[in-house]
Every structure is written in structure tokens, then in C-alpha cells.
């Protein structure tokens, strides 16, 4: 994926590139840049950012991400029921079915399953949102390192990477969650980080070595321009279109992965609401009253889709090739 | 409850979390053996087999199908002389027991008195480090085997024990006490075969741990790698003179989660499992019929206070507050689907000494809870630990929930893989919070609800997880140990039993019960007082 988005890059940076010696006495902003070459911004990302606006797949998983998010920053606008207050619970009304009064049912503690199903998106999305942040900026930052520098660093990071990628990713994270009793949102994010960087790392490092051998880095480096500005201002915007392709369709992975590791018991802990949590305490009696695992199940599936929709939908509008 | 022929108890000191805790997972090969055997469900052994080592529920099944005990016990929980032919006292101090003639080790030799005496001192001796040593501290001349840490003992005999012959031993113990003949049922209490000893350094040999010789019902057919054997397969032992089953092969299948375990039995792949995963329950009755059963158990589920790691919980109103906020009765009906019982005592109903309603505090009044909680100025948040398995954690939530709302106190939940795990941080003080715990007795008599857990003594060598030490309550206990009859004895306990309820250093919770169950390939399947099952009543379908 990294190889065929690259190409893309070149071709859009590459007119900037011839367009900005003239403006070197300036600050040089990409948009002055951008501006110069031509009346209609035609970059990359404003290319790709028409070209989302009018996809289906695109609309229908922002507005479902959309929907979730506002559920997670704001989830008293949803149900008036605090479920994190354990006088809402009342053991004598579990697993009741579905009903005007609690939409979804009861769980096995007599917990209203809809008002902790809403509340377990926040946890949820926090954990990817978080992951994916730790994994760009981690990964991506010594992807451009290694990638740019190549030598030396580049074999070292190259092969603590591959230590990683040795490592199963569930495994690995048993292990690490295994070091903290009480597992939490920022042991979970810790976790995943840990273990998904180097892929991030990989795809940073081959975007960037692709790219600073083009015409308009050769160009800048003949201008005079540090290592610093060329790898900032040429190469790093070059290179990131893959890492973001992969990171969005990434965020649903972990998301996912972290309702894996509160369903094994060493990821968010009770009273924390999360829906691989609520999965794992419904599962036992599944047989008698299915609602609570299937709602946090819906939630998860759809949560995970929609962001890996998007990213399909990211990369169709960066890569050329699809189009 | 009932027994057969002679009841049986026996038992385990288990902390009944591991004994529940084992479930597992399982192998769904290595049938090839056992597709004849009968096969029943067992968590994985704590340690290898040796009588005075082997102090949790899981081993000691595959030891009770192994050797043979003195007593059993019946429907009525009285003591019936298995292997032992006669067992007398005068005055509840010095104990003559002899066996009965025909009994042979799986080797062939004989059993002789001697090799109770032999297995005895060893489980005595603290330098051969075994679990149940502490049953022995009432035979005299046990702290000759005990000077302490550090200390080697000066001898390798309590003097109060001694063959009198081939078939006769004598037990002296230090003080009178007058259930000793009821405790010769549990585990510690099985001899030992020449054979089991190594010659140089006189210890029992891993061989024998491996693959134990008993005088049982069956012979083990390999030795048991613990860790990476998935099953133990026995056969019937033909010299063994007493009843015998109606099938020839035993296993015993390893797993680590009940549920895996029911699954296996519904499809008929597993024969017998003893306690069924509490989701199970609501629906097993209707789906087994007559190979579901439902039984009165003798073990409690608690929840102690680490008193002696922390000083958080030193204030009884405290403790009184967080017992009042548990709605025991919904938790058992709820979670528990009626399988267990609301306790209201520190003693078990199938026992004599039991009050109905003794635990005041075991009344659920969340109001009186809560007051009684700010009175106190009780901590802000509490932790509850607990091992998630087997079922346990469901109601482990519900507490927390009750004391969440209740008490209006932030309750954190804390995971613990295995039970033992939060023995050993207990040990080492290293976890503070609240834990949950469960005891099954060793042996039918109430003071086994009360020494082992409770008493200042079994601090150091028994389960005593709390800390909880009370000159009071052990002098009370020596008390009724040295009354020369039962009904005085319980007097004495329930005065214990009244301190106990006092100072709640653990809160009763409720009370098992048996819900286990067998496949169609097995018939007449009992399980006795000390949740083993009693093999010679088994028959296999075919």
C-alpha cells in the first residue's frame, strides 16, 4: 500500500517542489507553495478530500463514527441511566429481556445493558484513539529517522522491530498486561502500542526511502536546505499518506483488540464499563439471556467496521492506482 | 449426604477455592484409554501425590481413589471403620487403632501398622516441609519433629506414637481430644508403603510422588507428570479386599474451566464432574434428570479481612457495616440459581453445633449498613480480590455491587489468577484489600470450621489468612478439644463460634452445595461428605 500511495505523493509534490524556489526568501508554507502552482488547490489532500466527501462508504462511516464518538464524550445526551452508580443495578432484576423500561435488557447484575453499552463506547475509543496517536507518532517519527538516515540507525531500528514483529501480537500483550495487576485504559493503550509501532515504523521507513530519493528532495538539497527542513517539509509529507490509511483502519483493530483483552480478564478492569467486559461477564449464561452479550457485540462490530470502512475509503482516495 | 458401606470423609484442607478453581480445559485426545475407562473431571493437583502433602481437593481425589482410609463416615456424618478394624480410648488420650488384616499395598506387601507410624512422623517432621503437618500437632512429642525455623528436631519419632505389632499403633497425643477419631478419615492421615521411601536420605522419593503405591481401590498405570499430563489412568486394584466397583479403568481428566468441562460431559466425553459451572445449573436439572445431583455440602464461601497485613478493617463496626450491605439471599438465588444457601453462622448446617440466625450481622439491613459505615468513618474505597474462575466471579461482582451502592464507597475488584495466588500474597502481606475464601472440612466435626481457620496457632501452619487472634477463642477451643463429651465440646465451640461472630474476621456468605453430575455411561454415582466420590458404589454402563 505504502508503494502505491508513494508515487501519488511524488507526482503532487513535484510541481510544488519547481514552483517554490522563487519563494525562498519566504517562510515557504505548503500553502503558499500549494497557492503558486496553480489557481485550484490540487494537493494531495485536497485532491483526496474531494474525493471522500462524494463516496457513500465514506458518508456512512463518519456519520457512524460520528454517532460514537458522541457517545463516548457525551453519553448522558443518550440514556439518563448512570451506570456507573451501582444503585442503578439491582441483582433481583437480572437478565430480564428487553423492555420499555430498560431497551436492552438486564445483565447478570441486574444492570441496565443500553446504559452501559453507551457508556463502555468512551473506554472503547479511548483505547484506539490513544494506540493510534502512541503508534504514529512512535512509529512514524523513527520510521522517518531510519528511513531518512538510513546506516546505522536504520539497521538498528530495523531489527528491534523485528524482535517485535516475532512477538504475537495477543501473546505479547498478555505478557505485558500480566506486569500490572489491575489492568486500565493506559495499560491496555501501553500494550498495544508496544506491540503495533513497529508496523507503523515499517511502512513510515519504505514510504520515506521511496521518497527522498525523488527529483524535488535532490532539488531542495541542492537549494541548500538542512536535513531537518528537507526531511519535515519534502519528505515527511510525502510519506504520510500510507502511515494515515493504515493507522485509520488500525484504530478499529484496537479497538477490537482491547474488547479481546477485557474479554481474557487482563485488560479494563470492573467497574470500568467496557464492551469486551460485558461480553465476557454475559457469555456464561448466553444460553439464558443473550441481550447483553449481543448488544455490546452489535456495538463493537459496527464501531470496528465503521472505522475500517473509512479507512478503505481513506486509502481509495489517496491511492491512485483504485481510482 | 450418603455413604455407603462406611461413609467417608475425608478431605482436604482445602481451601475450597482450589478445590473449585480447578476446572480446566481440556484434552479432547488421549481418548484411546480411555474410551472403557470411567472418566471424571479434576482440576490440575496442586502438588505431586504424597498423603502429607497433599492438602487441596483435587489431589486429594485421585488420593481417595488411590488408598484406602481408616474411617469413612455416613449419612450421618458418624465415624464407620474402613481399614482400621477397631479404634479405642479411655480417656481421649491415648488412642489404640488396629487394622484390618488383608489389606496390600499395590506392590504386594503387606499392610502393617508400621506404615501409618512411618508415614506419620515424616508428615510430622518440619524438615521434610509437609502441607498437613499441622494435623499431627496434637500427638505428643510433635514438637520434638517442630523446634522451629532454623533448628534441626533431635528425632525422627514422635514419642507418642508406636507399633505395637504387625496390625496395632498406638497414638498418645498431648491433651486429650475427643474428635481424633473422627480426623483419621482426611488425607494426612494415610500410611506410607516401604517402597515410598528412599533408603540413603529416608524422604519420599519423586518416583513415588509420581506414581504413589496405595492399598485402594486402584492402582495408578503411569507416573503423573504434573504440568504436562492431561489425564491420570488407574486400574482396579484386584487384591483389594473390600468392595469393589463394577469397571476396571479410572481416569481422571484435567481441566482448567468447568465450563469446558460441562460442555465435555453433555457430549458424553467426561463422566463424572463435581461441581458444575453455576450457568449450568438453572438448566442441568432438566437435562440430566436423576444424573444431576444436588446436595448439602459442608463447605462456606467468605469473605475475610486481612487484619493481621493491614490496619484498615481494625474496627469491628466496620466489619459489621460491610456484612450488614451484602443481600446474601439475592445473590444466592440470583447468581446462584438456589444452589447455595444465605449462612448465617461460622458453622455449617450438615454439622451438629449449627444456630440458625446466629449471624446477626448477616442480616442484610443496607440502612443500618451505611450509618454504621460513616459511624466508623470507613475507608472511601475498598479492594476485593478474588480468582475469577469457576464461577466466582460473578458473585464476587454482586458483592462489590452491594457495597457500591450500599455503603456509597468506591469498591475496586481485583483479579487474581488462582486461588493460591492470593494465599501467597496474603503470606507475604503484599495484598491488603479484601478476599474471598471458602472452607471444606477435613473431617465431620465443627471444630475443623474453627481451629484451622481461626485460631491463632494455624497463623503460621494452617489456613489462618486473616490473622485473627484471639486468647479468648483459642483457650475456648482447647476447652471443647478436651471435653470429655460431644455435647460439652459444642458448648464450648459455640462460644468460640459466638466470638467468631463478634469479631467477624471473616464474614460468612453462604453456604454450598454439591451440584454435580454424571454421564449416561455411569450409574450409582455418590459423592461423600468430603466431596469425593465413592468409587465402590460406581458401575459403568456399557
Given amino acids: ?21 522563487p519563494s525562498k526568501p519566504r517562510s515557504g508554507s505548503s500553502r503558499g507553495g500549494r497557492t503558486a502552482g496553480g489557481a485550484k488547490p490540487a494537493s494531495l489532500w485536497s485532491d483526496a478530500w474531494q474525493d471522500l466527501r462524494r463516496r457513500p462508504l465514506f458518508i456512512a462511516s463518519a456519520v457512524l463514527i460520528g454517532v460514537i464518538l458522541l457517545m463516548a464524550v457525551a453519553p448522558g445526551l443518550f440514556t439518563s441511566v448512570d451506570p456507573y452508580d451501582a444503585s442503578t443495578c439491582r441483582l433481583g432484576d437480572a437478565r430480564q429481556a428487553p423492555s420499555a423500561l430498560h431497551w436492552f435488557g438486564t445483565d447478570n447484575q441486574g444492570c441496565d445493558t443500553y446504559a452501559r453499552t453507551v457508556y463502555g463506547a468512551s473506554n472503547s475509543l479511548l483505547v484506539g484513539l490513544c494506540t493510534t496517536v502512541a503508534t504514529v507518532a512512535v512509529g512514524g517519527l523513527l520510521g522517518l529517522v531510519a528511513g531518512f538516515r538510513g546506516g546505522l540507525p536504520d539497521a538498528l531500528l530495523s531489527r528491534v522491530t523485528e524482535v517485535f514483529f516475532a512477538i504475537p501480537s495477543v501473546l505479547g500483550a498478555l505478557l505485558i498486561l500480566a506486569v500490572f495487576r489491575a489492568g486500565t485504559v493506559w495499560t491496555v493503550t501501553l500494550a498495544l502500542a508496544v506491540l503495533a509501532w513497529p508496523m507503523t515504523f515499517r511502512i513510515m521507513r519504505a514510504a520515506v526511502i521511496t521518497a527522498k530519493s525523488q ?59 467496557s464492551w469486551g467486559l460485558m461480553i465476557a461477564d454475559a457469555r456464561p449464561r448466553f444460553l439464558e439471556a443473550a441481550s447483553p452479550l449481543l448488544f455490546p457485540a452489535a456495538f463493537l462490530s459496527v464501531t470496528v467496521l465503521a472505522f475500517i470502512m473509512l479507512g478503505d475509503a481513506v486509502r481509495d482516495a489517496l491511492d491512485p492506482k483504485l481510482r | 449426604m450418603r455413604v455407603i458401606k462406611g461413609a467417608k470423609l475425608v478431605a482436604g484442607t482445602t481451601l475450597l477455592a482450589l478445590a473449585l478453581a480447578a476446572c480446566g480445559n481440556a484434552t479432547s485426545t488421549g481418548e484411546a484409554s480411555g474410551a472403557e475407562a470411567v472418566r471424571m473431571k479434576i482440576g490440575e493437583p496442586q502438588k505431586l501425590f504424597s498423603p502429607g502433602d497433599t492438602v487441596e481437593s483435587e489431589g486429594a481425589e485421585v488420593m481417595a481413589a488411590v488408598f484406602a482410609p481408616l474411617v469413612k463416615y455416613n449419612d450421618d456424618k458418624e465415624v464407620v471403620n474402613h481399614v482400621a478394624d477397631s479404634i479405642k480410648t479411655s480417656d481421649n488420650k491415648v488412642w489404640t487403632i488396629k487394622i484390618k488384616e488383608g489389606y496390600k499395598w499395590h506392590n504386594g506387601e503387606p499392610l502393617i501398622a508400621q506404615n501409618y507410624v512411618d508415614a506419620w512422623n515424616y508428615a510430622a517432621n518440619q524438615e521434610n516441609a509437609q502441607s498437613a503437618n499441622y494435623f499431627f500437632g496434637r500427638v505428643q512429642g510433635y514438637a520434638d519433629l517442630n523446634p522451629g525455623e532454623g533448628k534441626t528436631p533431635s528425632t525422627k519419632e514422635m514419642s507418642g506414637l508406636k507399633a505395637v505389632d504387625e496390625t496395632t499403633f498406638r497414638v498418645t497425643l498431648s491433651q486429650p481430644f475427643s474428635q481424633f477419631g473422627t480426623m483419621l478419615g482426611y488425607t494426612a492421615f494415610y500410611p506410607l508403603p516401604k517402597a515410598a521411601f528412599d533408603e540413603g536420605t529416608g524422604k ?164 443500618a449498613a451505611r450509618k454504621l459505615y460513616a459511624e466508623a468513618n470507613g475507608p472511601k474505597t475498598l479492594e476485593l480480590g478474588s480468582n475469577m474462575d469457576n464461577g466466582h466471579k460473578e458473585w464476587i461482582e454482586a458483592v462489590a455491587n452491594n457495597l457500591r451502592s450500599n455503603l456509597g464507597i468506591t469498591v475496586n475488584v481485583t483479579p487474581f489468577e488462582k486461588f493460591q495466588q492470593i494465599l501467597d500474597e496474603l503470606d507475604a502481606k503484599k495484598y491488603t484489600g479484601m478476599f474471598r475464601s471458602g472452607w471444606l472440612i477435613d473431617y465431620p466435626s465443627p471444630e475443623n470450621y474453627l481451629t484451622p481457620v481461626f485460631s491463632t496457632g494455624a497463623i503460621k501452619d494452617g489456613s489462618n489468612y486473616t490473622g485473627y487472634s484471639n486468647p479468648e477463642f483459642d483457650e475456648l477451643l482447647v476447652k471443647g478439644d478436651t471435653a470429655a463429651t460431644m455435647e460439652e465440646s459444642l458448648k464450648y465451640y459455640q462460644k468460640a463460634d459466638d466470638l467468631l461472630l463478634r469479631d467477624l474476621p471473616m464474614i460468612p456468605i453462604f453456604y454450598y452445595r454439591m451440584n454435580a453430575a454424571f454421564s449416561e455411561n455411569v450409574r450409582g454415582v455418590k459423592i461423600n461428605l468430603l466431596n469425593q466420590v465413592e468409587w465402590a458404589q460406581v458401575e459403568k454402563v456399557v
Avoid at chain 1, 493507522?247 to 478492569?269: K, R
Wanted: net charge neutral; glycine share 6%; with cysteine.
Fill in chain 1, 1 to 21: 500500500m505504502s508503494d502505491t500511495a508513494a508515487p501519488r505523493a511524488r507526482h503532487a509534490k513535484h510541481a510544488k517542489s519547481f514552483s517554490r524556489p
Fill in chain 1, 215 to 273: 527529483d524535488y528532495v535532490i532539488a531542495a538539497r541542492a537549494l541548500g536546505a538542512s536535513n531537518r527542513r528537507i526531511m519535515f517539509r519534502h519528505v515527511l509529507p510525502n510519506s504520510m499518506a500510507s502511515v494515515i490509511v493504515v493507522a485509520t483502519i488500525n484504530l478499529g483493530v484496537f479497538i477490537a483488540a482491547e474488547a479481546g483483552l477485557s474479554f481474557l480478564g487482563v485488560g479494563i478492569q470492573s467497574p470500568e464499563i
Fill in chain 2, 204 to 367: 519420599i522419593t519423586d518416583a513415588y510422588m509420581k506414581k504413589p503405591i496405595g492399598q485402594g481401590l486402584f492402582k495408578m498405570d503411569a507416573p503423573y507428570n504434573k504440568g504436562t499430563d492431561q489425564t491420570i489412568n488407574l486400574s482396579l486394584f484386584k487384591d483389594f479386599p473390600g468392595d469393589k466397583p463394577k469397571f476396571e479403568k479410572l481416569q481422571f481428566k484435567v481441566y482448567t474451566s468447568a465450563e469446558t468441562a460441562w460442555n465435555d460431559l453433555q457430549a458424553g466425553s467426561v463422566d463424572i464432574q463435581e461441581q458444575l459451572p453455576p450457568a449450568a445449573i438453572s438448566t442441568a436439572k432438566a437435562e440430566l434428570g436423576e444424573r444431576y445431583i444436588d446436595q448439602a455440602d459442608a463447605a462456606i464461601g467468605y469473605i475475610g479481612f486481612p487484619t493481621i497485613a493491614s490496619r484498615a478493617y481494625d474496627d469491628i463496626r466496620l466489619r459489621r457495616a460491610i456484612s450488614m450491605a451484602i443481600d446474601r439471599k439475592t445473590i444466592t438465588e440470583t447468581v446462584f440459581s438456589g444452589t447455595r444457601a444465605p449462612a448465617d453462622d461460622f458453622l455449617n448446617p450438615l454439622l451438629d453445633g449449627y444456630r440458625p440466625g446466629a449471624c446477626k450481622a448477616c442480616v442484610y439491613d443496607p440502612d
